[in-house]
């Protein structure tokens, strides 16, 4: 099945200082969204980025599909966006609709 | 548009025993999914419904099992639970349809088993 990468797991930040967050996935997709995880454990939806790119705010991200990698950019970071980022994919075919394969995690701190 | 919600939000059960959680989806959504959480393996799939039929599933065990009723809300049963069943579990629903589609997540069910 597919893999799927996320680096780096761990990240620390001033407040203000802007990452970048990344993702490898093995094989094709037909779906790649980025999520946040707040501390109650709930699932933010962030981006929906099988390919190209998209910005929301101070996020963006960059998807390059024939590279098989994903790019998520944080800028001004604030206290707020503190939590785990996860990267996941959908495989093509119908074996796999529906099926969201999860990379580790990206648990960024962002310090005042 | 109301969100996905799940319930119980928290349950605590003992070995042996089984449990039942539900999931209800966006209006308009017609696929469910279902992932367990947990410090260890991270986010795994379970299965997914659309129109009441299993379409996918993952690699777990039989004592985990699902159902969708024909308003699309699903339900996952664990039986003969065990004490590594403790975990966050998360459903999401989407559209189902065509090859893309954005999965929106539940606030999850925290499940432990004593």
């Known amino acids: 099945g597919i893999q799927v990468e996320q680096s780096p797991p761990d990240l620390i930040l001033q407040e203000g200082a802007n990452s970048t967050l990344r993702c490898n996935f093995s094989?094709?997709?037909?779906?790649l969204q980025w999520f946040h995880q707040n501390p109650w454990g709930q699932l933010i939806n962030l981006f929906y980025i099988p390919s190209g790119t998209k910005q929301n705010g101070r996020l963006s991200a960059t998807t390059v599909a024939t590279e098989r990698y994903s790019l998520l950019y944080i800028s001004s970071s604030q206290t707020t966006d503190s939590g785990v980022y996860f990267c996941?994919?959908?495989?093509?075919?119908?074996?796999?609709?529906?099926?969201?394969?999860f990379g580790q995690g990206t648990t960024l701190q962002v310090k005042p | 548009k109301a969100g996905v919600t799940q319930t119980p939000r928290y349950l605590i059960k003992t070995r042996g025993q089984q449990v039942t959680l539900s999931c209800s989806p966006i209006s308009g959504h017609r696929s469910v999914s279902w992932y367990q959480q947990t410090p260890g393996q991270g986010l795994q799939f379970l299965f997914e419904?659309?129109?009441?039929?299993?379409?996918n599933k993952g690699n777990f065990p039989g004592r985990f099992s699902g159902r969708q009723f024909s308003n699309s809300r699903s339900e996952m049963n664990v039986s003969t639970l065990e004490l590594g069943d403790s975990a966050l579990y998360l459903c999401a629903s989407s559209l189902g349809q065509g090859r893309t589609d954005t999965q929106y997540f539940g606030p999850g069910t925290r499940l432990t088993v004593l």
């Open positions: 419904y659309f129109s009441e039929t299993q379409r």
């Open positions: 094989d094709s997709v037909n779906n």
């Open positions: 996941a994919v959908e495989g093509v075919g119908s074996g796999n609709t529906g099926k969201l394969i």
